[in-house]
């Protein structure tokens, strides 16, 4: 049992007794349920999603208002919501809505210092919002599962919440045989961290996990240290190759809804990636960023929907739905 988990078992019945727990019961307390959501995620659904694939999926960390005293966000909060859909779920979630049935629960998400005030409040608050994904999706594995294959997707935040779905719910259980992919971007795990759970390092290749976390040309050394030794893959090949050139990118999703193919070189290094400074017409934006991390998703938003289907039909021919 790792760190984190020893965490979870002695902390979580303290978290419970001092805040109420989500209602998944409740319809309101999901931003997606079976893919029905806002119109403005329409536009990028440009297939019919499979009724035999489910897509599960957790938001990063948009709860950044250094301003803001609380440690964890109020589900009910009307503006969160709507950042919750304009945001994450347009132009992240979006980029496997094209595979299956889409599941978003709204949860108590912690506040970014969480990560780097872990001894102060900051694990208590995580802990908090993982009690509640493990809840939705438990919730979504009573209600709505029904045997179906499941993608599991998330970023930052996100993806720290599915890395531990996969050790609750997958990681040596039957579940695991449900499992098309996880895409966990934007943190950064271990070697090894699952007895049965591996990296995936073909496009094809399904039942496993994939992570990345994109930086600059010039890494910043302070964040790299958070991956550096990590699991990686070149998310543009799918595989560890060092190199994907520019011609390979299938296309990043900007803020204006548009997608730009071609666009740079990825590199593949030591729990990393890095890519040259985007060719598109906003291009001067991206010389104002310190880091990429903001765009793991979206930067290989179409290489992300593309392969999401090659698995999703690898995982439907290999159980013959």
Known sequence: MTKFK?????????????QEATDYADRNNWACVQSEMRSDIA??????????????????TLFLDTKDKRWNMDVQDSAF????????VKFQASAWANVGKLYVPFYQQAHIRSYYKLENGGKEALLLAYSDIKAAFQYYLDHYNQGKGIILAGHSQGGTHISLLLED???????????????????????EKYDSLKLMTSPDEIGGFVTW????????????????????????????TLLATREQHQGFLFSNG????????THLGNGIIWINTPRFPYRFLAFTMDSYHVGDVNLFWEDIRINAAVRARKYLSQFQY
Do not use: C, M
């Open 213 to 240: 976390n994109t930086f600059k040309r010039r890494v910043d050394q302070a964040k790299y240290r958070w991956y550096r030794g990590k699991e990686v893959i070149n998310p543009v090949t799918w595989d560890t």
């Open 169 to 191: 719910f997958f990681d040596g259980k039957p579940l695991k045989q449900q499992l098309v992919a996880a895409y966990i971007p934007g943190i950064g795990i271990e070697k």
């Open 43 to 60: 536009e990028f659904i440009t297939d019919t999603p499979s009724d035999s694939i489910d897509v599960f999926y957790v938001y990063p």
């Open 258 to 265: 548009k997608l730009y193919t071609h666009s740079f070189k």
């Open 6 to 18: 020893l965490i979870v078992v002695f902390l979580l019945p303290l978290i419970s007794k001092a």
């Open 81 to 88: 919501r709507e950042k919750v859909l304009t945001q994450a």
